[in-house]
């Protein structure tokens, strides 16, 4: 492997400056993929303690029945806050953060197709997210009408402009990362990285970018809607002029229903790779599991109104979009019973990383199951907007796409960083958070099934048991999410023991064959790809 | 693809990114606080706006003007070209999008919102408890639903200057077709010509454009407050115009590099993706004469 010397850069002005760029030439003006995944990894952590306040600000009201800290206004800004800052600010930068790092290494190329604009497509979002968040402390608060921003209510917000506005930031520099993913994919293979023969996380990637390209502007589209009826007098979502409130749910959700798989099909290919590792057999049906994640995202584009069965649809939709749904279980189904196949018989460790991807594995079909309650209409009529659709959401968020996310941290932060982390510290981290996470949403489920609804303040006194037990599960789970940033810190600035190149006795692929840390620059010559070193070298076609 | 390279290529650190994420976020900020502001408030909203677009100008013209010095020194080889050709066509793909969110607006106020308020199907309760008197119709006089907001308003005819919209675009598509062919052959003069031909084109557009909005607004009543008929027909049009300024534009920065010699017969990517560029916003025209003007 050629990976070291050559970097060729062809810059006469810069080239002298290469290996000594001062601090704001590193991280500012970066071109390097890795310093800009390091940013986003960053950038996400970040959001997600934010995000992670708000959600305890909300646990908290609900300690107890009746009102207890704060205004009912300011509850519905943390419930709409809470979502916007943890779907685009914690689980999507972090994603694209991953991707930045690892998809390069992992296809052999020496950086994104396009660097620059990798660059802008990070810088964009402190910025977007410093406008959302500027909009707590406005005279007329912030959004309050949920993360959906269903129009009338949400054209009632002062704020509107503000949010609007952010999104469309959001959504830029969402469609040049996806852009930047596709061409570096396309583009910057090494010879004889075969589509393939790419990991699936590489698969996975590819297809969320497809789906980023192609919703990101039907939502810009759609908010862009609400700030010309808020402020252009235009009358899309006005009856009155011959415009539907429900127009707006139907472009929101065609937007939105794909982006619940942008949250989730990089966590199935972060968990096809973490689990043949840590079970030291390749991967089970590699195809069967790229074309299943294919399926899904063109699923997911048919699927949208089976977040709007109570507002009123015609039956022949209701009835189309409940089978259309119910469809997806399939090629979800090929994925989970593939992973467990693939640990069938093998000879498994279970260091933090398989920890996480085992809890991903049966938490995220828990939650898969009950949105397979919801997608059948005459039941989802009981559960809409209730608490089974909260904990719903959280199984294949949070210990789908978050559980994926840590998962992936530990995996490859040693490559990351070049030394260990703490293993007795990330596995108090991992039994600490499934325990917890647990108490905190599976009761949630019978507080939906019984009635509650979402998005209030106060709750009839019937409710208060599991309420409470939820709550602690919440303090006690974002309490453990700080053993987690100590391990992260230990891991990078004070651990003693170094990282080996391979770091897991049962890894394969590319990434595992540049030192540990890896250098600034990897693969300015394309490796010479030996399809034993492959993670899935030996397809049969 | 992307198997026959010697060496990568890897641009060096640039300024210019994190320079447009500052204008660009100072566009947004100066474009909300501008709006949230309290009638007869003063503000900075507009001064930031300002500041933020003209930022925007600046960093496009520095940022471009980096990768032509960098492209015409021979930097860039086929590999970066190719990543280069991806980027554009999947942000044509992106903007497809987007006049869908639009297009989609149209098909279901069209199909679904405006008969149901007329108490067709779904929204017979609807009609018959709050606009018992509403007959639903598309355009002039029931275009602006039940309400009928914005008052009595007249369609643009199609056969007009809608029908020379489209003659002109048409032509213009093919004009920066030859322009295209010439520069392949080498004929820089015909290339000027043509290239000269569909700016000027594009501009003519625009020119009837503006005065047909004019006269919608000064003769036949519709504006953007004519209900859904004048906000599909506004929005739609609009940011089809905002694309036609934007791709008149770069193609007349185009032509100004032909005329500084830039482009040769094999490396002239910039010219290609302004051309497919337009031949996108001319198909967005076509979809635009049939759906909002002729049907």
């Known amino acids: ?541 | 693809m992307g198997q026959q390279h010697d060496i990568y290529y890897v641009p060096s650190k640039s300024q210019w990114p994190i320079v447009a994420a500052v204008v660009m976020f100072l566009t947004v900020f100066g474009a909300a606080h501008w709006l949230n502001a309290e009638p007869g408030e003063a503000g900075f909203g507009k001064t930031l706006l300002l500041i933020g677009f003209i930022g925007i100008l600046g960093m496009f013209f520095g940022w471009f003007r980096s990768v032509i010095h960098e492209s015409m020194a021979g930097r860039y080889n086929s590999q970066v070209d190719r990543s280069f050709r991806m980027g554009m066509m999947w942000f044509i793909f992106s903007e497809v999008m987007f006049f869908g969110a639009f297009f989609g607006a149209l098909f279901y106020v069209r199909m679904f919102s405006v008969p149901w308020l007329g108490g067709y199907g779904h929204g017979v309760l609807t009609h018959q408890f709050l606009w018992s008197d509403y007959a639903a119709s598309w355009g002039n006089g029931g275009g602006n639903g039940p309400g009928h907001v914005g008052g009595d308003f007249e369609t643009v005819a199609p056969w007009g200057l809608p029908l020379i919209n489209t003659l002109i675009l048409l032509s213009s598509s093919v004009t920066v077709t030859i322009a295209h062919h010439a520069l392949k052959a080498g004929h820089r003069g015909k290339v000027l010509l043509f290239l000269g031909v569909t700016v000027l084109l594009g501009a003519g557009f625009l020119f009837c454009q503006a005065h047909e909005y004019a006269e919608a607004y000064k003769e036949l009543n519709l504006t953007l407050g004519s209900g859904v008929y004048g906000c599909t027909f506004f929005m739609l049009t609009g940011f089809h115009g905002l694309h036609v300024t934007l791709g008149t534009i770069m193609l007349a920065i185009i032509w100004l590099r032909v005329l500084a010699g830039h482009f040769s017969k094999e490396h002239h990517f910039g010219f290609e993706a302004v051309a497919w560029y337009w031949h996108f916003v001319d198909v967005v025209w076509l979809g635009l004469f049939m759906f909002v003007y002729i049907l």
């Open chain 1, 1 to 541: 492997m050629a990976q070291a010397a050559t970097h060729d850069h062809h810059d006469e002005h810069h080239d002298e400056h290469h290996e000594h760029l001062n601090f704001f030439q590193r991280w500012v003006m970066s071109t390097n993929h890795k310093d800009i995944g390091t940013l986003y990894l960053v950038f996400s952590l970040l959001m997600f303690f934010i995000g992670g306040s708000f959600a305890m600000v909300i646990r908290a009201e609900l300690f107890k029945p009746g009102m207890q800290l704060v205004q009912p206004y300011f509850f519905n800004e943390m419930t709409t806050m809470h979502a916007l800052v943890m779907i685009f600010g914690a689980v999507m930068p972090a994603f694209v953060g991953l991707g930045n790092w690892m998809i390069p290494l992992m296809v052999g190329a020496p950086d994104m197709a396009l660097p620059r604009m990798n660059n802008l497509s990070f810088w964009i979002l402190p910025f977007a997210f410093a406008l959302l968040l500027s909009t707590l402390f406005l005279p007329g608060g912030g959004p309050a009408g949920g993360w959906t921003m269903y129009p009338p209510l949400s054209l009632q917000s002062a704020s509107l402009a503000y949010v609007v506005f952010a999104v469309h930031l959001m959504g830029i520099s969402s469609i040049m990362g996806a852009i930047n993913i596709i061409a570096t994919i396309l583009n910057m293979r090494a010879p004889g990285m075969d589509l393939l023969k790419m990991p699936v996380f590489v698969w996975s990637w590819l297809i969320t970018a497809f789906l980023l390209i192609a919703v990101m502007p039907v939502l810009a589209g759609a908010v862009t809607m609400l700030l010309t009826d808020k402020y252009f007098n235009t009358h899309f979502f006005d009856a009155a002029g011959g415009g539907d409130p429900v127009l707006f749910q139907h472009v929101f959700w065609f937007f939105g229903h794909p982006e619940v798989y942008i949250m989730i099909l990089p966590a199935f290919g972060i968990i096809s790779e973490i689990i043949p590792t840590f079970a030291r057999k390749p991967i089970f049906g590699y195809k069967a599991m790229v074309f299943a994640i294919a399926s899904i995202a063109f699923l997911s584009f048919i699927v949208w109104a089976h977040h709007m069965f109570a507002v009123g649809l015609p039956l022949g939709a209701e009835i189309f979009f409940m089978y259309a749904t119910m469809l997806i279980a399939v090629p979800t189904g090929v994925k989970v019973f593939n992973w467990v196949a693939t640990m069938w018989g093998g000879s498994m460790t279970f260091e933090t990383p398989m920890l996480f991807a085992i809890a991903f594995v049966i938490l995220f079909t828990i939650g898969g199951f009950s949105g397979l309650m919801l997608a059948l209409v005459p039941a989802d009529f009981q559960y809409h907007d209730t608490y089974f659709v909260v904990a719903h959401f959280h199984y294949v968020l949070v210990t789908g796409a978050i559980f994926a996310i840590i998962a992936a941290t530990y995996y490859w932060i040693p490559k990351w960083s070049g030394h260990m982390y703490s293993e007795f510290w990330g596995k108090m981290h991992f039994w600490n958070s499934v325990i917890w996470v647990n108490v905190l949403f599976f009761p949630q489920h019978f507080l939906g099934l019984a009635g509650m609804p979402r998005r209030i303040p106060d709750y009839n006194v019937a409710f208060a048991n599991f309420n409470m037990i939820s709550s602690i599960g919440g303090f006690l789970f974002g309490a453990s999410q700080l053993i987690f940033l100590g391990v992260l810190i230990h891991c990078v600035w004070f651990s003693k023991k170094k990282a080996t190149d391979r770091v897991w006795e049962g890894a394969r692929g590319l990434e595992w064959t540049v030192p540990s840390p890896a250098p600034h620059h990897t693969f300015a010559i394309a490796p010479v790809i030996h399809d034993e070193e492959l993670a899935h070298g030996h397809v049969e076609d």
